[in-house]
């Protein structure tokens, strides 16, 4: 009850419709792999991907942060940028049907982003600021100019 993951081998996982919706505009190419026993998700050509959920949509009220791990063997401190976006759909469930949806970012760079190394993000709820709603949290966006990301334990909790 105190964690709703998205993608990891340590907790039971809520359905997803996807890790790679292929947007309009999205590069990004994606796989499923095991990296020592573990299974991660593989991004190449990254510039922005979601992973979404949408039956259903998760009720993150309770929650208190949103953690994900990532790993990069591309330079890191060059000025490049990697980004976290929780997209809510408001009170009626539905993308932007209403135009009730909410969603934030937030970016960081090195010295947080570093290559080769996985790095833990545990991020407060509370510093997505634009994020009004959450209630029917439905994507999990990730972006920016690291070309190459792995990731792993994407779950909120509190």
């Known amino acids: ?15 997803l ?9 999205s590069t990004t190419q994606s796989a499923k792999i095991t990296v020592q026993g ?6 190449t050509e990254l510039n922005f991907v979601g992973i979404q959920f949408t039956n ?13 791990d990532i790993w990069t063997p591309d330079a890191t401190n060059g000025g490049q940028v990697f980004s976290v976006k929780l997209r809510d759909f408001g009170p009626n469930g539905v993308f932007d049907e209403a135009g009730d949806d909410t969603e934030h970012e937030l970016t960081f760079t090195s010295p947080t982003l570093q290559s080769e190394q996985w790095i833990s993000l545990d991020l407060p709820l509370s510093d997505f600021t634009g994020l ?14 690291l ?12």
Not at 3 to 10: G, Q, T
Not at 38 to 43: G, L, M, N, P
Request: hydrophobic share 35%; proline share 4%.
């Open 1 to 15: 009850s105190d964690v709703k993951s998205l993608f990891s081998d340590a907790y039971t996982d809520e359905p």
């Open 17 to 25: 419709d996807f890790i790679n919706g292929f947007w309009g505009g």
């Open 38 to 43: 573990d299974s991660v998700i593989q991004y």
């Open 56 to 68: 259903p949509t998760i009720d993150v009220n309770e929650m208190t942060h949103v953690h994900v």
């Open 132 to 145: 009004t709603t959450k209630g029917n949290m439905a994507q999990f966006i990730l972006s920016g100019d």
């Open 147 to 158: 070309p190459n990301v792995f990731v792993d334990n994407v779950y909120f909790y509190k």
